[in-house]
């Protein structure tokens, strides 16, 4: 009897222990990246500027996501599109298919789906190749030909992301609204005139923009999330692997939580 209770008493009080340190864990977590970004911010203003480093960085992060994007945009956009005018098409306002995936891609989906794109694509390479740098020693071998890593390694991601995601994401714009026009028009009989009309007359410039900027926050958050992860691996070839997973399942997360918050404050401040 006396054993039992020593057992669930021990239960508790590890249950007790993860819940004080989950919090704990997650705030070091977001002091660790902020930390990390920092350094790089300071770092993208010293010399020497390796400009070859950034546009190699700029290849791999959007040159060459573009096929991957730009196929999953035009089945996003097709898929979209029939869904809504079969939804549509019951109350007589299949007019309206165009406005409405034009506002759902320019608003939301665009930009959610090019960042969860470059961050299972780009976001888990960098993690890859970070931590494997890491666990060869190449990034103390960095530090001792006295050459900053984070400058090397971290700041040319970060702003390619932040510069290649966006651009990406306009990519997406555009032929998700070719698929779904192909879908809507040839498949669906929608009138391609009330199609583009109704679209070019609810998309506006802020809709535009407003994708753009969450494109811009997720390509800068992604990017930072990954390097971190790599940058910080430990433990051979399997802490490599954990770091990769920890990059690619965090990005998830953050864009998902990111695109939240940022719709809500910028619908509050479109209220104002």
Request: aromatic share 10%; glycine share 10%; with cysteine.
């Amino acid at each position: 009897m006396e054993s039992a209770r020593s057992r669930i008493w021990q239960h508790t009080v590890r249950a007790v222990d993860r819940l004080w340190m989950t919090p704990v864990h997650i705030v070091e977590l977001v002091g660790d990246h902020l930390t990390l970004l920092g350094r790089a911010a300071f770092w993208l203003f010293k010399r020497p500027f390796r400009t070859r480093v950034y546009l190699e960085a700029m290849e791999f992060i959007g040159v060459e996501s573009v096929g991957i994007v730009a196929m999953i945009g035009a089945f996003v956009g097709m898929v979209f599109a029939l869904q809504l005018t079969s939804a549509l098409r019951q109350f007589g306002t299949e007019s309206y298919v165009g406005a409405t995936l034009g506002i759902a891609l320019t608003r939301e989906l665009a930009p959610v789906f090019t960042s969860i794109v470059v961050a299972a694509r780009a976001g888990a390479g960098m993690a890859t190749e970070l931590g494997s740098m890491r666990i060869t020693e190449q990034i103390d071998a960095l530090s001792t030909m006295a050459v900053s890593p984070v400058q090397y390694l971290v700041t040319p991601r970060v702003v390619a992301g932040i510069l290649m995601v966006p651009l990406l994401c306009m990519l997406f714009n555009c032929v998700g609204l070719c698929g779904g026009y192909g879908v809507a028009v040839y498949l669906q009989n929608v009138d391609r005139g009330v199609f583009v009309e109704n679209a070019r007359a609810v998309v506006e410039y802020r809709e535009i923009l407003q994708g753009l900027i969450k494109a811009t926050i997720f390509g800068g958050a992604l990017t930072l999330i990954s390097c971190q992860q790599g940058y910080n691996a430990s433990g051979g070839a399997k802490g490599v692997g954990i770091g990769t997973t920890r990059a690619v399942v965090g990005s998830f997360v953050t864009i998902l939580v990111l695109d939240y918050f940022l719709t809500d404050v910028i619908l509050f401040l479109q209220r104002k």
